[in-house]
């Protein structure tokens, strides 16, 4: 069964340094997803994307981050300068439409020391 | 705006009895219901959705949940818990196709822990 990738499954940075996670999402899926969970708390909305640019984007999503499919397989979420606050859990996820089920990936684990 | 409400941040039944985790939402257009589950160190798995059709929705590992628009309640229900059911569990909204973007909310979630 497709499935959505994520990687790596845990990162560790130092606080002021870039990360770039990294997803695959479903081959014929159009629409992409980021949400974030702080350790403890619920799953937040960060970012939509689809056709190539921003749908959605909540308040958390600011200018330190950033979303790119730099190629036909990959969707990224970027950290410019990450805080310590940044730390989270960050999951994927894809739908094929824009109200078809989302499928979520398992989440890579950033700690920011 | 939409949001969940989930009541209960944490349950406990004995192996057998029956599991009842509560959710109230808040939409201003007819919502699309899901709960997720999430094992320890894993991602989100759909349980079940509902979206509009019936109003009783079966899902996986045995759970359903009724919608009832008159108590903007969507709880979700297994009659007979089993051990493998410990998990978090997290009610979700979405206004999926009457907005620019189907971002799901989340509710904070009910972790629920099964006694022997």
């Known amino acids: 069964e497709p499935e959505v990738t994520q990687t790596p499954s845990h990162q560790v940075t130092q606080m002021g340094q870039e990360v770039i996670l990294r997803c695959v999402p479903i081959?014929?899926?159009?629409?992409f997803y980021w949400y974030r969970q702080i350790l403890g708390q619920k799953v937040e909305f960060l970012v939509s994307?689809?056709?190539?640019?921003?749908?959605?984007k909540s308040e958390i999503f600011d200018d330190q981050f950033s979303v790119e499919r730099p190629d036909g397989s990959n969707f990224t979420l970027k950290i410019r300068s990450t805080k310590l606050e940044d730390s989270a859990m960050y999951f994927c996820?894809?739908?094929?439409?824009?109200?078809?089920?989302?499928?979520f990936g398992p989440g890579t684990r950033l700690t920011v020391t | 705006a939409q949001s969940v409400t989930q009541l209960g941040s944490h349950v406990s039944v004995s192996e057998g009895a029956l599991v009842l985790l509560r959710c109230n939402y808040s939409?201003?257009?007819?919502?699309?219901l899901f709960w997720y589950v999430q094992y320890p160190n894993q991602g989100l798995q759909l349980l079940l959705k509902y979206t509009s059709a019936a109003t009783l929705v079966k899902g996986i590992n045995g759970f359903e949940a009724e919608f009832k628009k008159s108590e903007t309640s969507f709880h979700l229900t297994k009659p007979s818990a089993h051990m493998s059911d410990a998990a978090e569990y997290f009610c979700a909204v979405s206004d999926m196709g009457y907005s620019s973007a189907s971002k799901i909310i989340f509710g904070s979630g009910t972790r629920l822990s099964i006694r022997p």
């Open positions: 939409s201003s257009v007819p919502p699309y």
């Open positions: 081959s014929n899926h159009l629409y």
């Open positions: 994307f689809y056709n190539n640019e921003i749908s959605e």
């Open positions: 996820a894809s739908s094929e439409s824009r109200a078809g089920e989302q499928y």
